[in-house]
């Protein structure tokens, strides 16, 4: 067991780097109906009371109300798309892992590390620290809050199914408690994975939203 800092590294029998499943991201490039989904945020803001009446009636008064709505719409979907982003990044994560951990299971090198019964041992949480470690490029996805995400919604909800609350407050500690709980789940002390024993390609299959 190799020791870094305050970070522990499971050892890896033999020399040689080990080659890992590819990991397969969906990244959103695009949306091709961006004014429908500012509309339903608008829909959103109407529902929730978000801009509170003018004591004002005129008509300077009312174009300064829908100029802070239309606003506001565009923030809920910049915050809709952002966590878009970090669910498809999670959903790719979770299959990578599951992948990792079917590969583990087929080498006799590496059938022991994930055993909690041994001792140092690697856990699925691992495989997000090592993608930290290897400074896999997510422009600007933060890959725990990816993975809780993708953990606690199997499909992400459109955006007419969100409330204003969880995409302006709520999203992070949804996304957080969840990855939490799941790294948990591993007894501890979790050990990383060493970097440099393992390579693998990241693949950008890249998709628009209708």
């Known amino acids: 067991m190799d020791i870094v800092g ?3 590294f499971v050892e890896v ?3 040689k780097r080990h080659e890992l499943p590819p990991l397969l991201v ?3 490039v695009g949306v091709k109906r961006l004014d429908k989904m500012v509309c339903i945020a608008g829909e959103i ?5 978000l801009i509170p009446s003018l004591p004002e ?3 300077a008064a009312e174009e300064m109300v829908e100029r802070r709505k239309m606003d506001l719409a565009i923030n809920l979907v910049d915050q809709y798309l952002g966590l878009l982003s970090h669910w498809h990044w999670g959903d790719a994560v979770v299959e990578w892992i599951r992948q990792c951990q ?4 087929t080498r ?6 994930l055993r909690s019964d041994v001792w140092p041992h690697a856990g699925r949480s691992s495989f997000v620290t090592l993608l930290e470690d290897k400074a896999v490029e997510t422009s600007g996805v933060q890959l725990e809050k990816a993975v809780g995400l993708r953990l606690a919604f199997r499909q992400m909800p459109p955006i007419r199914c969100c409330s204003d609350q969880f995409l302006f407050y709520l999203n992070n500690t949804v996304a957080q408690s969840a990855y939490q709980t799941w790294h948990n789940m591993t007894p ?6 060493p970097p440099e024993r393992f390579e693998f390609e990241v693949v950008n299959m890249s998709l628009d939203m209708h």
């Open 102 to 105: 079917i590969t583990f299971g």
């Open 188 to 193: 501890s002390p979790i050990s990383s994975l």
């Open 26 to 28: 969906k990244t959103v």
């Open 45 to 49: 803001i109407e529902q929730e009371d």
């Open 13 to 15: 029998p033999g020399g």
């Open 6 to 8: 305050d970070r522990k």
């Open 108 to 113: 006799v090198e590496l059938r022991n590390l």
């Open 57 to 59: 009636d005129t008509l």
